[in-house]
């Protein structure tokens, strides 16, 4: 049953890499109001120049949004720096309004000046925190705010080329260039849009930014790393792998985009059991590791590589390593606290969970892998504490239905048992295991018939070689049907 319970956390944690809101200390939401002016040069598009007036406003509410957060870190006695309440003040604050005022500038161009009005939830500062301890999320702000930095200086340079221009030639020559920034401040538009989406796990429409974001600036790697991000989280493997390779082609030296691929090829070799996924992903950890050895993502890929093949030893080394990377990032404990588990070390192991739940009480894995330690040991009502705290942050999670299910089972609650195993089936159809346990919980009430139908899903389900499908078997003729 542990191997099972492993599968379906390297799944879980698998998927969570692809794919990272304690209570807050005030929860208040705080109105702002910006300004940002901007002057429209000859050859500029009045779209693109009202958008540069709107960015200018957003790192203007910026700065004030910065305030609230400033007063926040300090009630929870958190240590963030100017780049990072700067970060977390991007990723909060949400336009309500725009306004816009055109007029004639004094060299005959036009003068925009926007107003918007901005809601900053105090709420939502604390759930950025915690984001600012991934990688990835980092990254994305980052290059964000550096590609639109970018745009806007060499859009001040090329303007003033334009105006000293002295051939038409030369003319022509800087509003081509005018055109590419143009194109490529929008495409990165498009990248924060899809960023948001990915974020926000609206997976169509943030590959609908990416596309576009795409169209105007395909030789940006990123793009292609961040729209594979997403088919993976929506499954789609094979398109995932060739955005990857994109990536990689475009950026060889870029380590996180050898770690994404690889978590794809992890993630194929642990659903087939098939050993060349597994060399291929391990050779993209590694490569990674060379290429940037300070990077947590890496080791704690290769981690759940290691653990899934039970390779606990060298998996323990990688979650450690990670740790001493990133102490904040409490997935790693998780895996490691399931380390712990699997040598027998259970203090060592409950100790790592309270950890992850400690860094983000609102990660609902610390609670489930909490709760199995709990009814491992006979403390049910502990381990329904948990996985119920695990349900209400995530209701679509089987493995905490599942856990929950088992142990109403154990306590002989039958009814809610099976009430548990039907919301796992609803959720995926095919999870033979809430099959095996629903015939169980229903055995045990008597219902024999429905009991046999539910091992015969089991025994469908299975996969090929599950030792568990004997016993299925022996459970329908002990129960009067035939196999």
């Known amino acids: 049953m542990f191997k099972k319970k492993i599968c379906r956390l390297v799944s879980s944690l698998i998927l969570l890499m692809i794919v990272l809101l304690p209570c807050s200390a005030f929860a208040e939401i705080k109105d702002i109001t910006a300004i940002g002016e901007y002057n429209m040069g000859e050859s500029e598009t009045l779209i693109v120049a009202k958008d540069r007036a709107v960015y200018i406003a957003m790192q203007n509410a910026v700065e004030q949004a910065g305030v609230y957060i400033e007063s926040y870190t300090r009630v929870v006695n958190s240590s963030v720096s100017k780049d990072e309440i700067n970060m977390i003040a991007s990723g909060i604050i949400e336009v309500a309004d725009k306004k816009f005022d055109r007029k004639m500038n004094d060299t005959g161009g036009d003068f925009i ?82 960023n948001d989406y990915q974020g926000k796990k609206d997976f169509n429409n943030a590959i609908v930014a990416y596309n576009n974001a795409i169209e105007l600036n395909p030789q940006e790697a990123k793009i ?53 996924q597994y060399d291929v992903a ?33 998996a323990l080394a990688d979650f450690n390593k990670a740790i001493e990377l990133n102490p904040q990032f409490g997935a790693t404990y998780i895996s490691r606290g399931n380390v712990y588990q699997s040598q027998g070390q259970y203090y060592l192991a409950f100790a790592d969970f309270n950890k992850a739940i400690e860094l983000n009480p609102e990660y609902e894995s610390g609670y489930i892998n909490r709760g199995e330690i709990y009814r491992s040991e006979g403390q049910y009502d502990l381990a329904l504490t948990d996985f119920n705290k695990a349900i209400e942050l995530n209701p679509h999670r089987t493995d905490a239905y599942y856990s929950r299910g088992n142990s109403y089972l154990s306590k002989g609650q039958y009814e809610v048992a099976i009430a548990d195993f039907n919301r796992i089936i609803e959720l995926d159809p095919q999870h033979a295991y809430a099959y095996y346990e629903k015939g169980t919980s ?36 002990e129960l009067g049907g035939t196999i």
């Open 113 to 194: 000046k926007v107003t918007i009005t901005c809601k900053v939830n105090t709420d939502n500062v604390q759930s950025m925190m915690n984001k600012l301890h991934d990688n990835t999320t980092v990254d994305n702000l980052k290059k964000v705010q550096s590609d639109y930095e970018k745009a806007m200086q060499e859009n001040i340079v090329l303007k003033q080329q334009l105006a000293h221009a002295k051939t038409e030639q030369e003319k022509q020559r800087v509003e081509v260039k005018i055109t590419q920034n143009e194109q490529s401040f929008t495409a990165t538009q498009w990248f924060e849009k899809g």
């Open 224 to 276: 292609y790393n961040n729209r594979g991000l997403v088919y993976s989280s929506k499954g789609q493997d094979e398109v995932a792998l060739a955005d990857f390779n994109k990536a990689i082609e475009l950026n060889p030296l870029e380590a996180m985009f050898y770690c994404n691929r690889a978590l794809v090829y992890l993630w194929r070799g642990h659903i087939s059991i098939d050993k060349s």
């Open 282 to 314: 391990f050779a993209d950890f590694n490569k990674a590791i060379e290429l940037n050895p300070q990077l947590i993502n890496p080791y704690f890929g290769r981690g759940l590589a290691y653990l899934s093949q039970g390779q606990y030893n060298v």
């Open 442 to 477: 229903l055995s045990q009430l008597g219902r024999i018939k429905e009991a046999i139908e539910c091992y015969y899903k089991f025994i469908q389900y299975a996969k090929p070689g599950d030792q568990l499908i004997e016993k299925g078997k022996q459970r329908i003729r």
